[in-house]
């Protein structure tokens, strides 16, 4: 399986690193050619503002736009997950999201880096026990769509959300050694396998 | 799902060295502008930085002036806070913890210890470890790059010489890590222990980078980026994002220089977008030879 990762901006080596070691092959995304027969797509954490930024700099957001839109898989961790949102808030006038996934996202929720944590969190579906999260300055879920499925939440407010084909995570499974959530994309991506081949002809 | 199912199960932690290295993590690849004021800030986050640095004067100014300088007016901090949505972080004295201590009350994301700023313990740093906010501090080489994470730092840049728009020195530095990096990793067990010796190091983090090949931490560069193609420069021996001080708001047009840098780190590999941004930048900073120079800062630090 060939994963594209964001790699604009932000923590995308610890990504790629995460998936390699999973048996995927990887790819950092910098520009339009880098999409090419990727059968999924990973947006890191780092500064959202930045990273949308660069996106539209590097004529990068509308293939991406597209490619999602036609259903090719994609994992957003912090900024990730708000560059993959229907609506931002607290961010930039300016600042465009892809609209993948049908949640509204509020910015440095938790507060600033003296606020940001480690908890270790119970994520509906996933053996092993609680997963070990780290939330930096970490965005959260406001509104989730009646599509949208809710596997965590910290006091009651959703940190991690699935809606078909695109996940997103408000923390960092990056930073930590497990690799549990990692595996549950890639499992999810391969169980959807033949749609996504449809649609890479359809394209 | 039930609402206690999705609880957190055990209680929050802060200040980890998991989650300060976390934030630096997040900062890779990017560029943190130091700033005087919020419209700076402001023309900072417009141009794609992911944090910037509250200080009252950049290093060129400071240089000039001479004088003692200190922590930045806190009200000004706040300024700054507010203006901008992407991180900050603020200059605290070599030594000076109470410095530290102030900065993290008023809630910055990032302490830099640094030697642009007159150094207020002439033995000693900030012991790092009690604070929940992290700390960047500046090295010169890999000895001193482990000393500072022994004492807590979460991140590590290169000192270079800051307020001379000369990335000579920052060039320095950053080969004399990580060549000394690259060294470590083909000693034996027994030359691990003399290379800590030689480094004034502690055996336990020089043993972690002969096994891992690279700083326990994040390594950003600092100190005499004055250009698109000097940012690239230090991308590609290896540093991992770059802090730009007098570079962009002592050059003739901030706004364009500021993008420009932005643009040059992320694509930092890639010669004709570095051409293409490169282009109509106006004047870059005014350089200084460094051997002209009457106090050099990267001395600063033990």
């Known amino acids: ?203 | 799902m039930a609402e206690n199912e999705a609880a957190v199960t055990a209680g929050r932690e802060t200040g980890t060295m998991r989650v300060k290295r976390g934030l630096a993590e997040m900062l890779k690849g990017g560029v943190i502008m130091d700033v005087v004021d919020p419209e700076q800030a402001k023309i900072a986050e417009d141009a794609g930085a992911t944090s910037v640095m509250a200080l009252e004067r950049v290093p060129s100014d400071i240089r000039r002036d001479g004088g003692v300088a200190r922590m930045s007016d806190p009200e000004m901090i706040e300024g700054i806070k507010a203006a901008v949505t992407i991180p900050v972080m603020a200059k605290a004295r070599i030594g000076h913890f109470a410095e530290a201590q102030v900065l993290e009350s008023l809630g910055v994301d990032y302490v830099d210890e640094s030697e642009v700023l007159t150094p207020a313990d002439e033995a000693h740093h900030i012991d790092k470890w009690a604070f929940t906010v992290p700390f960047v501090c500046g090295a010169t080489n890999l000895g001193e790059a482990l000393r500072r994470i022994s004492e807590g730092a979460a991140m590590i840049r290169s000192k270079g010489e800051a307020g001379t728009g000369n990335i000579v020195e920052a060039v320095r530095h950053l080969r004399s890590i990580l060549g000394d990096i690259r060294k470590i990793t083909q000693a034996d067990s027994a030359e691990v222990y003399d290379w800590a010796k030689q480094l004034r190091a502690p055996v336990g983090l020089v043993q972690e980078v002969a096994e891992t090949g690279t700083l326990p931490v994040p390594l950003f560069c600092a100190g005499g980026i004055a250009t698109p193609a000097d940012a690239s420069l230090v991308m590609q021996l290896g540093a991992q994002a770059v802090f730009v001080g007098s570079g962009i708001f002592k050059s003739d047009q901030p706004a364009v220089m500021a993008k420009a840098i932005v643009e040059a780190t992320t694509n930092y590999a890639d010669p004709e977008i570095l051409a293409k941004v490169s282009r109509g930048l106006g004047k870059a900073m005014p350089g200084l030879e460094i051997d002209a120079l009457d106090t050099k800062l990267a001395d600063r630090g033990w």
Request: with cysteine; glycine share 10%.
């Open chain 1, 1 to 203: 399986m060939r994963v594209s990762v964001l790699a604009l901006q932000g923590a995308s080596a610890l990504h790629e690193a995460a998936l390699r070691a999973l048996g995927a092959e990887t790819v950092p995304l910098r520009t339009p050619g880098d999409l090419d027969d990727v059968d999924a797509v990973v947006l890191p954490g780092g500064e959202s503002t930045t990273i949308s930024m660069m996106l539209e700099r590097n004529g990068l957001f509308e293939p991406l736009a597209a490619r999602l839109g036609a259903g090719l898989p994609a994992f957003g961790t912090c900024a990730g997950m708000i560059l993959l949102a229907d609506e931002v808030l607290d961010g930039r006038p300016d600042q465009r999201s892809f609209a993948a996934i049908d949640v509204a996202v509020r910015r440095n929720a938790f507060g600033r880096q003296v606020d940001s944590f480690e908890a270790d969190l119970r994520i509906e579906g996933l053996d092993g026990g609680d997963f070990p999260a780290v939330f930096i300055r970490a965005p959260v879920i406001e509104r989730a769509g009646p599509d949208v499925e809710v596997l965590a939440a910290v006091d009651g407010r959703p940190v991690l959300c699935r809606q078909g084909p695109v996940l997103v995570a408000a923390f960092h499974p990056e930073l930590s050694d497990d690799l549990r959530l990692h595996r549950l994309f890639l499992d999810h991506v391969t169980s959807l396998g033949p749609v996504l081949a449809d649609r890479a002809t359809a394209d």
